[in-house]
């Protein structure tokens, strides 16, 4: 029976590491994922007490890296945990990325803060604790992509807080929803609110086109502030193409000539086929493919 689990926890570390991270960071010590060890008394695991990025790097470049750190910082204050210096940062994800092998590739990377350690309590440690820093890096294929990925996607209500603006790793909400999405066979879950509002993806955010116009959600915290949204929405702002930012309801999407999805991994993507319902013509519209080609030459740029 023993012989049985060992067995199969050790292929399932087998497959973690082929397919999952190549080189972890632990509060300032770097190792293999498989030797990382946090407590359980870690408020991240207990509490979900923490927040999180995700960070695309293209040819050893860490994609919009000041704005991802600045939308950290915001979100390690807007839970009241003391944010660690850029430079800090910084300096660790270059060393991951050299000790990784990745000075020059393509790869995603990830970075956790929670409260730290001690005794399971709803309220703040009464004293302070040294906080828990962790990420790793995984590798991606080349990217970024030559033209919009196509995704499918269901709509599923919105059962999420109301400081969606905060990158928190408590994400069940999100996750539930990402499930349901892929117990439909789907790529993402559009999420809308009970009074029929659209905000965002469980991990995306999403915009819609009508008559040439991009319509999406306005910033606030309702939505995350997705540094793509941010980029592409720029990218509107300089190819003339009209943008409006606003709350759309569900019954809109019906009548939208294209839907786009954003994201770190997605980039700027479409999203051809919703509640089983073809999108406009069922494939990338033209706006999503002249965002997509702007977006690619701005990963150029930024790696320049
Ligand atoms: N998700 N909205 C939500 C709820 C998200 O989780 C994400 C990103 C986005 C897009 O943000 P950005 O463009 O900054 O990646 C929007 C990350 C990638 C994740 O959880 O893996």
């Known amino acids: 029976m023993t012989q049985v689990r060992y067995r199969v926890t050790l292929s399932a570390m087998d497959a973690f590491e082929e397919s999952g991270p190549v080189l972890s960071y632990y509060n300032g010590a770097f190792m293999r994922p498989r030797e990382v ?18 960070i695309r790097v293209y040819q050893g470049v860490p994609f919009a890296f000041d704005a991802h750190l600045a939308r950290f910082e915001r979100s390690a204050k807007a839970i009241r945990l003391s944010p660690v210096s850029r430079d800090e940062i910084g300096a660790a994800v270059s060393e991951l990325l050299n000790r990784a092998g990745f000075a020059s590739s393509d790869c995603l990377v990830y970075i956790q803060l929670t409260r730290g350690v001690f005794p399971r309590t709803h309220a703040f440690p009464p004293a302070a604790i040294p906080p828990t820093l962790y990420m790793d890096v995984t590798r991606t294929e080349r990217g970024p992509h030559p033209e919009p990925q196509l995704n499918a996607a269901v709509t599923v209500q919105d059962e999420r807080w109301e400081n969606c603006h905060i990158k928190s790793i408590a994400l069940l909400p999100n996750v539930l929803a990402r499930q349901k999405a892929a117990e439909a066979g789907v790529d993402e879950a559009v999420l809308v609110r009970p009074d029929g509002t659209v905000t965002e993806g469980a991990s995306s955010n999403i915009a819609a086109v009508f008559r040439g116009t991009v319509t999406t959600h306005p910033e606030g915290r309702r939505i995350l502030s997705g540094i793509t949204r941010s980029v592409a929405l720029s990218l509107c702002d300089e190819l003339g193409i009209p943008l409006e930012e606003r709350p759309m309801q569900r019954w809109e999407l019906d009548e939208a000539d294209e839907i786009l999805v954003f994201g770190t991994s997605t980039e700027v993507g479409a999203i051809t086929l919703l509640d089983r319902r ?24 930024a790696r320049s």
């Open 278 to 301: 073809q999108v406009g013509t069922g494939e990338a519209g033209p706006i999503a493919t002249r965002l997509q080609t702007a977006f690619a030459e701005r990963v150029g740029e």
């Open 37 to 54: 060890v946090i407590s359980p008394h870690d408020r991240g695991f207990q509490l979900a007490d923490g927040v999180y990025e995700v």
